[in-house]
């Protein structure tokens, strides 16, 4: 948009759209659905809400500095993130009214339990809203090849939950002995899957994926 808040998409297919907009301090905004052509959409952004909390240790109840608490939402642009502050203090604005999942994203920590779900209507504040983590398991491993049984330097795998447990993705690469690590994973059932390694078949990965558990 402009200075003055116009904007104007020229080369709509014929249709209907929806608009997503953004602006630094604001609020996300989606509009109803509209036909290519409109000249009288107006989009009113607010400054949304909040949410604020603290990550702490399972172990000692203190604060855990560093760690990044992300907001889930429905469109990839609301994904908030923010780092925990040296009391383990974070808080994430600018959150437009609906549903979201709060998680932990970092390389060691789990959160406890399921993660919560913050419910912002009418730009409310949601404070106190505690994140107990803890160690995550590890899950270790090796890619050699099937013949001479050596290992695989530089090979690209996936670990992801087998089912919806409010966790992405990990892409990991093995070391130089062809031995890899998946450190932090909650508990539940993860598939690994071998994507890429130089020198050989692409076609052959989607046999080589292995279903692993990590118990309470």
Do not use: H
Request: charged share 25%; glycine share 10%.
């Amino acid at each position: 948009s402009n200075d003055e808040g116009q904007f104007l998409f020229p080369t709509l297919w014929t249709g209907e759209w929806r608009l997503y907009a953004k602006a630094e301090g604001y609020a996300s905004a989606v509009t109803d659905w509209f036909n290519a052509g409109a000249t009288d959409l107006r989009i009113v952004l607010g400054k949304g809400g909040s949410v604020s909390g603290r990550v702490i240790d399972e172990l000692t109840n203190e604060g855990v500095p560093n760690v990044e608490v992300k907001i889930d939402a429905e469109y990839a642009r609301d994904n908030f993130s923010k780092r925990s502050e040296l009391d383990g203090a974070f808080a994430i604005d600018a959150i437009r009214d609906g549903e979201f999942r709060l998680n932990v994203v970092d390389p060691d920590l789990v959160p406890i339990g399921a993660p919560p779900v913050v419910k912002i209507q009418d730009e409310d504040a949601m404070t106190g809203v505690n994140l107990i983590v803890t160690p995550g398991a590890v899950v270790a491993g090796r890619i050699v090849d099937k013949t001479s049984g050596r290992g695989i330097a530089g090979a690209e795998l996936c670990v992801y939950p087998t089912s919806n447990q409010g966790q992405t993705r990990n892409d990991i690469v093995s070391f130089r002995d062809g031995s890899f690590e998946v450190r932090g994973l909650a508990q539940g059932s993860y598939d690994i899957r071998l994507r890429s390694a130089e020198g050989y078949n692409d076609n052959d990965f989607y046999q080589n994926t292995r279903k692993v558990t990590v118990a309470p």
